[in-house]
């Protein structure tokens, strides 16, 4: 496919451009920071994407979605990521309706996508169990009991797991933390007993959970992928968040590049716009070369998802690494440039330092992603 | 039968005939093409295949047939290359005729002018060099000063040149003069095109630090040139000399930008050689210092190769041209010297050998193109001065 967007995917793009603009600006999101809002997102927000269709971009038609793609889907969390804005569509649709759409049997599939395309349940993947990401490091045991499985063990980082009405949680049945083999996907109730959630705010203003298992009951038929190969189904749903992500990332790299360079006509110092120092100026055009090869990465990413590519593995990781350190860089020099306004929490310079740190440690840094890259290339 | 998959066809079934197997094989450098008056074929079907190519106008497929070229459309170009790909095909002719002067010429040239000089270029009956860079104006190339003076019925040209790529085989120059110094100084230069055989023409090649001579100095002593050599307006030459440099850029971008988008493929490839000569351990390169740093380059170079296709991309979906060319260059000359870093780093004192048979070929020649590729970040605009390209044409920022 050619790396631009088609007419509706720019049509889709526009809209959620307006509609972000003007309904979820970065003020959105210090506000829910000021509040302490619970929930992490603006709910009433939240609605008003459900109606526009948003949840049910992936989805295809006879599950209840409009079918439209991970193209489409990007160029939402890109619009969304401009403002930073929060909400559950990268744990509910990103992850939770890519799991089932990968992984689950007919039934379930006809009893939940539905329910998420018309925004009813939100869904969060409970998997790492450490602070850095490690998806086959799990220790979380899921064992037969005379009803079914046991769940036992502790998640953290679980995005959304404070809201979520239900749980995808990996666990393993056999084989020791670090094995790829004995991984399966058990769906859990949130509310179900033994499952305790502590809520934690995070440096980015958005919310996630750890989420403690005790005994937690689950079917050996509520799962997703095949048991204790979960790996497979699960390293398939975890490119299509990095993937997502790194699309949402890009939208606010735009924002703090185009943020700076504004600043560097306007401010003066010396008498003069201080991007007329070449030392700034050689720095700005850098960053404009990083940004564009960061936009290239991610329509490739996202149409390897559309075109069922072979190697969509390999794009994710080359889009997740990228986009982390493109906007590491891009925030850092955007807080630098501006000098001692960055520093105030007045300024939203801060939200996108944050923003960025936070999501490049979700699915993977970038050392991570190295490694996964070489070894998929066979070095 | 679509029109295009009848081209492709009839293309295929041409270059069966046309192309000489020996052509199909891995050029040695010393076989290169460059076409003029004394090229000498050292392999005498490298002759055969340009005047085959040069038929047809395939040397410049897509100038306009009444030019000498094929007038060949973009899709059709495409197949034509594509099916060169599969052959494994020479290219028939390297020309600065064809990278950068003509299309200027076309810009720019009257039509006679298009006439005269443009067929020669097709069929490498006349090989060009470059006059642009002096000793005194290098960055600032606007800042040049060899002199042509209006002589009444000629321009006198006085004055020198350096880098002048392979000066000393070049049976023409197109060649930036100022013809006014009186005024500021991007208003008083002028293309001017001549013969290197004129009286009061030397070159002098330079040996550079790879041991290679590629580049001359070239000085002009009272040198007569018509007054119809002259390309455009007088003291307009900025204009055309600015063109020019884009298909320059471009063209030098695209050495970093190869198979795999710079990764550099076989022997060139930094992860290949890494395994040969640091090691493998369960199937990856031993050292994991190098292997991250080879896998940062390689996602760079993959992460560029797409750039350039959503450039192309967006230019076919009919987005007005951006300014691709200055970060295409300093990217990718960039990343074509880091791969160069990779590989001596991988290769060790293997790839710091100069000469003697202790040293596989390839080796030795990795040595000279370390050394080569620093070049490339001066050449054709340093990376510092397409960063201020970028900032102050596609930024915006203030001077």
Request: proline fraction near 5%.
């Amino acid at each position: 496919m050619a790396l631009v967007l088609n007419e509706d995917q720019q049509q889709l793009k526009d809209a959620a451009h307006a509609f972000i603009q003007d309904k979820s600006p970065v003020s959105a999101l210090r506000k829910l920071r000021d509040e302490k809002n619970p929930d992490g997102f603006d709910r009433a927000l939240w609605q008003e994407m459900v109606e526009l269709g948003w949840p049910g971009i992936i989805i295809p038609e006879e599950y209840g979605g409009s079918e439209f793609g991970y193209t489409g889907l990007g160029v939402v969390l890109q619009e969304m990521g401009r403002t930073l804005t929060a909400s559950p569509i990268m744990s509910t649709v990103l992850i939770g309706a890519s799991a089932y759409m990968l992984g689950a049997s007919e039934v379930r599939k006809k009893a939940m996508l539905p329910e998420i395309a018309a925004g009813k349940k939100i869904v969060a993947l409970a998997l790492e169990e450490g602070p850095r990401h490690a998806p086959y490091n799990i220790a979380t045991r899921g064992g037969p009991s005379v009803d079914g499985y046991r769940i036992s063990g502790e998640k953290t980082f679980v995005l959304d797991g404070q809201v979520a009405d239900e749980l995808i949680v990996v666990a393993r049945e056999s084989g020791e933390p670090g094995d790829r083999d004995g991984l399966t996907l058990f769906l859990v109730d949130a509310n179900a007993a033994g499952v305790k959630i502590t809520p934690t705010r995070m440096a980015d203003s958005r919310n996630a959970a750890n989420i403690t298992f005790n005994g937690a009951s689950a079917s050996g038929d509520k799962i997703i992928g095949e048991k204790k190969k979960g790996a497979d189904v699960l390293d398939a749903i975890l490119d299509r968040a990095r993937i997502g992500l790194a699309a949402e990332m890009l939208g606010a790299i735009e924002v703090a590049f185009e943020t700076t360079v504004e600043y560097l006509k306007t401010r003066q110092q010396f008498g003069r716009p201080i991007g007329s120092f070449q030392g700034l100026a050689h720095r700005a055009a850098e960053m404009f070369c990083e940004v564009e090869l960061s936009k290239s990465v991610v329509l490739d990413a996202l149409s390897a998802i559309d075109d069922n590519r072979d190697d969509i593995a390999q794009a994710a990781s080359l889009a997740k690494a990228r986009l982390n350190d493109t906007f590491h860089l891009i925030s850092c020099e955007m807080l630098q440039m501006h000098g001692g306004i960055g520093m105030t929490d007045e300024a939203d310079i801060g939200f996108y330092m944050k923003r960025a740190r936070v999501a490049a440690a979700t699915f993977g840094d970038s050392a991570f992603h190295r490694d996964r890259y070489a070894t998929l290339e066979g070095y | 039968m679509s029109d295009l998959e009848q081209f492709r066809q009839e293309t295929r079934a041409w270059l069966e005939e046309n192309c000489p197997p020996s052509m199909r094989t891995p050029m040695p450098e010393d076989e290169t093409c460059w076409g003029g008056r004394n090229a000498v074929y050292k392999n005498p079907d490298s002759k055969v295949w340009l005047d085959n190519m040069a038929s047809r106008g395939w040397t410049a497929p897509m100038w306009p047939k009444e030019y000498g070229g094929g007038g060949l459309n973009k899709d059709e170009n495409k197949i034509l290359q594509q099916e060169l790909g599969r052959i494994r095909a020479r290219p028939a002719l390297s020309s600065f005729g064809i990278w950068m002067l003509g299309p200027a010429l076309l810009e720019f040239a009257s039509e006679e002018q298009k006439k005269h000089y443009l067929p020669p270029i097709v069929r490498g009956e006349i090989r060009w060099c470059q006059g642009y860079s002096e000793p005194g104006a290098g960055s600032d190339l606007a800042g040049l000063q060899t002199k042509a003076e209006d002589m009444g019925d000629h321009y006198l040209v006085n004055g020198s040149k350096i880098w002048t790529s392979y000066a000393n085989f070049a049976d023409w120059i197109f060649c930036l003069v100022r013809t006014n110094p009186q005024a500021p100084k991007h208003e008083g230069i002028s293309f001017l095109l001549f013969d290197m055989t004129s009286p009061g023409v030397t070159t002098k090649p330079i040996q550079l630090i790879s041991g290679s001579s590629p580049f001359c100095e070239t000085f002009f002593d009272n040198v007569k040139v018509p007054k119809e050599n002259l390309v455009g307006e007088l003291n307009k030459g900025w204009t055309i000399a600015k063109a020019l440099l884009q298909h320059e850029r471009t063209m030098i971008a695209g050495m970093g930008s190869g198979p795999g988008g710079g990764g550099g493929s076989g022997l060139r490839s930094p992860s290949v050689v890494a395994k040969k000569y640091a090691g493998e351990a369960d199937g990856r390169i031993a050292d994991p210092a190098l292997r991250d740093s080879i896998a940062a380059h390689n996602m760079n170079s993959r992460a560029f190769g797409l750039t350039v296709q959503r450039t192309t991309d967006e230019a076919k979906a009919g987005a007005p041209p951006g300014p691709a060319s200055s970060m295409f260059k300093y990217y990718g000359t960039e990343q074509n010297k880091r791969k160069y870093e990779l590989l001596l780093q991988a290769m060790g004192t293997q790839a710091l050998g100069w000469e003697d048979s202790t040293f596989e070929e390839h080796e030795l020649s990795i040595t000279r193109e370390w050394l080569r590729s620093k070049a490339n970040s001066i050449e054709g605009g340093t990376s510092e001065v397409q960063l201020n390209i970028i900032a102050k044409r596609v930024l915006g920022l203030p001077e």
